[in-house]
């Protein structure tokens, strides 16, 4: 069985930091692009932003660049995407995606053959 479980997500307000993380077990993650996507209510899905299990590739969607900061731990398979200067638009539910392709074919937002997809956790950005 693939799993990818999230976890982090929270009520913060504007302008502080969160830090979500994606534990993937049950495949070999050699290959694939893990990251974040995210949606928000009446807003079509973006991608976040993703990075390569093969080499130090990531990517970032625009309106997170600067901001968003992605990281991996090749020992534990986990991914972890710390979220800074947070905006109310940041607001969303952020699924981690397991992508076999490099993280810059996370800019697609549609499911894609052989992706795998965590539950959702929620992230609400309010004062």
């Known amino acids: 069985q693939k799993y990818l479980v999230e976890s982090g997500g929270g009520l913060v307000q504007p302008g502080d930091s969160l830090r979500l993380s994606c534990s993937a077990s049950g495949f070999t993650v050699a290959g694939y692009s893990i990251g974040w996507f995210r949606q928000a209510p009446g807003k079509e899905r973006e991608g976040v932003s993703c990075?390569?299990?093969?080499?130090?590739?990531?990517w970032y969607g625009g309106s997170v660049k600067g901001r968003f900061t992605i990281f991996r731990d090749n020992a534990t398979n986990t991914v972890s995407l710390q979220m800074s200067s947070l905006k109310v638009e940041d607001t969303a539910v952020y699924y981690c995606v397991a992508r076999p392709a490099p993280p810059s074919a996370c800019i697609n937002r549609r499911m894609t053959p052989g992706d795998y997809w965590g539950q959702g956790t929620q992230v609400t950005v309010s004062s």
């Open positions: 990075i390569s299990f093969s080499d130090r590739a990531t």
